[in-house]
């Protein structure tokens, strides 16, 4: 396993957004909506936007911000996007990213790391769970 985890630029979306087609595949994706949060990622203080790059091509990418928490009374990070390739899964390249965001997140004095994951994603949750995260709370959503 070799490959390298970089900061996202606004040109990597291209390459990032057929990652979107697979972690989403069941929603339709507005994809000048997504560039435009993607950009607006990339250019943001509080959030981080990585790629993981293997043999010229981007094969992971990961999405977290600095978010003032209460319950930790201080600021975590949230990942609000995490993939790695459907050809490229269960070779390291998850870890890869997850450990480098925690340790930017650790460099930066964050209290945690957080994220969620869908119901039916079990393989994610069973990969998170090895990494040392803890099932703690449930997200609730409400559309507006």
Same mark, same amino acid.
């Not at 607006?40 to 959030?47: A, E, H, L, Y």
């Not at 790059?53 to 977290?64: R, S």
């Given at each position: 396993?070799?490959?390298?985890?970089?900061?996202?630029?606004?040109?990597?979306?291209?390459?990032?957004?057929?990652?979107?087609?697979?972690?989403?595949?069941?929603?339709?994706?507005?994809?000048?909506?997504?560039?435009?949060?993607?950009?607006?990622?990339?250019?943001?203080?509080?959030?981080?936007?990585?790629?993981?790059?293997?043999?010229?091509?981007?094969?992971?990418?990961?999405?977290?911000?600095?978010?003032?928490?209460?319950?930790?009374?201080?600021?975590?990070?949230?990942?609000?996007?995490?993939?790695?390739?459907?050809?490229?899964?269960?070779?390291?390249?998850?870890?890869?990213?997850?450990?480098?965001?925690?340790?930017?997140? +650790?460099?930066?004095?964050? *209290? %945690?790391?957080? &994220?969620? #994951?869908?119901?039916?994603?079990?393989?994610?949750?069973?990969?998170?769970? +090895?990494?040392?995260?803890? *099932? %703690?709370?449930? &997200?609730? #959503?409400?559309?507006?």
């Amino acid at each position: 396993m070799s490959g390298t985890v970089r900061k996202a630029t606004e040109n990597d979306f291209e390459k990032v957004y057929p990652l979107f087609e697979q972690l989403w595949p069941n929603k339709e994706l507005d994809k000048k909506a997504l560039r435009i949060v993607f950009d607006r990622g990339v250019n943001s203080d509080t959030d981080e936007l990585l790629c993981l790059d293997y043999c010229g091509e981007v094969i992971g990418f990961c999405a977290y911000a600095i978010v003032n928490n209460l319950w930790q009374a201080g600021y975590i990070s949230y990942m609000y996007a995490m993939v790695v390739d459907e050809k490229h899964r269960g070779k390291g390249y998850g870890t890869m990213l997850i450990k480098e965001s925690i340790k930017d997140s +650790k460099d930066k004095g964050l *209290k %945690r790391l957080e &994220l969620d #994951s869908a119901f039916h994603r079990e393989q994610a949750h069973e990969f998170y769970l +090895k990494l040392g995260f803890e *099932k %703690r709370a449930f &997200l609730f #959503s409400y559309p507006l």
